[in-house]
């Protein structure tokens, strides 16, 4: 564990502009992903009912699923 731990920090401490780049790019286009389940699913799911239980449902599993889809592309082990 040791090893993995300093191999980790050394790759963080070369690549650390990279790191906050990708910090600052992930809060500037949240509303872009987290946006694409409301108004792409939502519409599709409108077209088809007019439930609007049905409509609120459908656009939180599927930013459930987005979001578990980015947790585990960030983990190392699968899902």
């Known amino acids: 564990m040791s090893l993995y731990f300093q191999t980790y920090l050394r790759v963080l401490k070369s690549n650390f502009m990279l ?3 990708a910090s600052v790019l992930l809060v500037l286009t949240f509303f ?3 946006g694409f389940p409301f ?3 939502g519409g ?3 077209d088809l ?3 609007l239980a049905i ?3 459908c656009i939180s599993l599927s930013r459930r699923t987005t ?3 980015v947790l585990c ?3 190392s082990k699968s899902c």
């Open 19 to 21: 790191v906050v780049m």
């Open 32 to 34: 872009i992903w987290a």
């Open 55 to 57: 409509i609120h449902f």
């Open 73 to 75: 592309a960030n983990q």
């Open 44 to 46: 599709a799911v409108a």
């Open 49 to 51: 009912t007019a439930n």
């Open 67 to 69: 979001f578990f889809r």
């Open 39 to 41: 108004f792409l699913i």
